[in-house]
T-cell receptor
């Protein structure tokens, strides 16, 4: 079983829609990261969180430690949000940083 | 600030050839990482360096070696390239190890081994 799973694998939305991407993990963690990988390949860190909720512009990330689940929300989606969104966790029991497989988002105008 | 830079951007090697991927950061970060990304798979950690002078294996270290030359630079060497090492390689850095601080990624090196 993969330590980090994401859903959906692919997502197509119309401009303006509210989008939710989910991440679930099976191990104890110290922090969870959300990353964005642009179509050109560049990777940018969006959020790092260990509890609660963080907001940056139209992006909101939440985490529920007890349920081992995090969500990334995009409000008023725009075609420039089209990217792969990756969830990653640091495993408390290992010396590793484990990445989910990513969610490919396409926002159509 | 340039952030994290990687060279080269693209490289084609024949099986058995060797090469070194270079990575440098100008953010005075302590920790640096090398990842590979294969189609349909998440990023996987090859090696990391918690601080200058230390290196440790990650999830997929076989076939690779690393050098933390100084605080700024962390290189990845393929001694005898194999087709299975065809991948996109990303270097990253962070102020502190792992999840305590966000990681900053380089633009990637696309490597093809024929």
């Amino acid at each position: 079983k993969n330590e980090v799973e994401q859903s959906p694998q692919n997502l197509t939305a119309q401009e303006g829609e509210f989008i939710t991407i989910n991440c679930s993990y099976s191990v104890g963690i110290s922090a969870l990261h959300w990353l964005q990988q642009h179509p050109g390949g560049g990777i940018v860190s969006l959020f790092m969180l260990s509890s609660g909720k963080k907001k940056h512009g139209r992006l909101i990330a939440t985490i529920n430690i007890q349920e081992k689940h995090s969500s990334l929300h995009i409000t008023a989606s725009h075609p420039r949000d089209s990217a792969v969104y990756i969830c990653a966790v640091r495993d408390n029991y290992g010396q590793n940083f484990v990445f989910g497989p990513g969610t490919r988002l396409s926002v159509l105008p | 600030n340039a952030g994290v830079t990687q060279t080269p951007k693209f490289q084609v090697l024949k099986t058995g050839q060797s090469m070194t991927l270079q990575c440098a950061q100008d953010m005075n970060h302590n920790s640096m990482y090398w990842y590979r990304q294969d189609p349909g798979m998440g990023l996987r950690l090859i090696y990391y360096s918690a601080s200058e002078g230390t290196t440790d294996k990650g999830e997929v270290p076989n076939g690779y070696n690393v050098s933390r030359l100084n605080k700024r630079e962390f290189s990845l060497r393929l001694e005898s390239a194999a087709p299975s090492q065809t991948s996109v390689y990303f270097c990253a850095s962070s102020e502190a190890l792992w999840g305590r601080r966000e990681q900053y990624f380089g633009p990637g090196t696309r490597l093809t081994v024929t």
